[in-house]
T-cell receptor, first 111, second 112 residues
Framework: NAGVTQTPKFQVLKTGQSMTLQCAQD?????MSWYRQDPGMGLRLIHY???????DQGEVPNGYNVSRSTTEDFPLRLLSAAPSQTSVYFC??????????FGPGTRLTVL | GENVEQHPSTLSVQEGDSAVIKCTYS??????FPWYKQELGKRPQLIID?????GEKKDQRIAVTLNKTAKHFSLHITETQPEDSAVYFC???????????FGTGTSLTVIP
């Protein structure tokens, strides 16, 4: 089992460009989440999903879109990248038993 | 929404000593409190968790205590080793959703 995978591992964008961060899981977990991690600020929730077809906003959703068409995939879209979106992005999954499993992360730099 | 505060932000201890990290939360409905360890360049990984119906939980050198009345919980690491050096995060969530609120992290350094 691959667990939780994220692609790409690294990405550099120019201001105004758009891109999609991919997250996939083979654990059959119903819950999936996207976090961003910035120095000194911990992990902040961007968007989350409680199942296919259901998504909701977290603490810092502005500038990001998500969709959940399947249980396995939960892509995060940056609509028009800004330098403030430079961060490390983690996808996480969990079953109802609460433990979260994190993907390896995507390091994004916006110039 | 929930607000989780974590202290200290940095902590240095001698190998073999104990380390304690403290977190407070604001939402009395929160009932699940995990602790994550994150090594440099790696993903966060769960090391221990506690639910609100339990006051203390222990796993070898690691223990977590919870005081629901005061809304705070703590991580205790005994007999620290250099491989315990990492950033530790606390978090809080409720059974009614899967929103986790994280503390800002504690960078622990164990000096050999």
């Amino acid at each position: 089992n691959a667990g939780v995978t994220q692609t790409p591992k690294f990405q550099v964008l120019k201001t105004g460009q758009s891109m999609t961060l991919q997250c996939a899981q083979d654990m059959n977990h119903e819950y999936m989440s996207w976090y961003r991690q910035d120095p000194g600020m911990g992990l902040r929730l961007i968007h989350y999903s409680v199942g296919a077809g259901i998504t909701d906003q977290g603490e810092v959703p502005n500038g990001y879109n998500v969709s959940r068409s399947t249980t396995e995939d939960f892509p995060l879209r940056l609509l028009s990248a800004a330098p403030s979106q430079t961060s490390v992005y983690f996808c996480a999954t969990q079953r109802g038993g609460r433990e979260q499993f994190f993907g390896p992360g995507t390091r994004l730099t916006v110039l | 929404g929930e607000n989780v505060e974590q202290h200290p932000s940095t902590l240095s201890v001698q190998e073999g000593d104990s380390a304690v990290i403290k977190c407070t939360y604001s939402d009395s409905a929160s009932n699940y409190f995990p602790w994550y360890k994150q090594e440099l360049g790696k993903r966060p990984q769960l090391i221990i968790d506690i639910r609100s119906n339990v006051g203390e939980k222990k796993d070898q050198r690691i223990a977590v205590t919870l005081n629901k009345t005061a809304k705070h919980f703590s991580l205790h690491i005994t007999e620290t080793q250099p491989e315990d050096s990492a950033v530790y995060f606390c978090a809080a969530s409720k059974d009614t959703g899967n929103q986790f609120y994280f503390g800002t992290g504690t960078s622990l350094t164990v000096i050999p």
